[in-house]
């Protein structure tokens, strides 16, 4: 028996190397130029993750909210679940019932936005730069034309969600019914 006990330690101190910490560089900045720039000096030092904003960096290092095993939606026959809005990142599609539409990476990224929590009116400006990730084009336009589009979708789909303009400060999602956001 005790040799097992040993055997078991043995495994136990075993590590496999990709659970092993490993250095990684993390560098934001919204100017391409200085990602190429980094891109090259930082060559060879360690593993290098470039991203134009915070909004990306956090999208690419989230963990999902549930651990594993554990369904991503509650077992639960209410109207207002049924109809709920799911964003399925990893197919950059949205889901309310039996119904899907495709989304264009652009319409992911603005309801991503507008659904990350806290729930709150996001400025044209704030929209412009998360969603196209330049600086200084913040073009009211480009993101009216976006929304036109997303609501026609939304509406498509059939769920009681809906972007709302709210006059002189930006957009908000309305009638939210707790929409889930499916990660790989």
Partial sequence: ??????????????????????????????????RIRLAERLEGIA?????????????????PQRPAGIPSQPARATAATDSALVIDSPRSVARC???????????????????????????????????WRDEGRERKADVQSLVKRLRRKLHDLGTGAT?????????RLTDRQEPRIGRA
């Fill in 97 to 131: 019932q039996d119904r899907e539409i495709d989304l264009t990476r652009l319409e992911h990224d603005l309801l991503i936005c507008l659904t990350t929590e806290p729930i709150r009116v996001w400025s044209y400006a704030e929209l412009h730069r998360s969603v």
């Fill in 1 to 34: 028996m005790g040799a097992v006990a040993e055997d078991d330690e043995a495994a136990v101190d075993r590590s496999d190397p990709i659970d092993e910490p490993f250095p990684l560089l993390i560098a934001v900045t919204s100017s391409p130029t200085e």
């Fill in 163 to 171: 972007i709302e303009a709210v006059r002189g400060v930006g957009l």
């Fill in 47 to 63: 593993p290098l993750l470039l991203v134009a904003d915070l909004d990306e960096l956090r999208r690419l290092i989230a963990t």
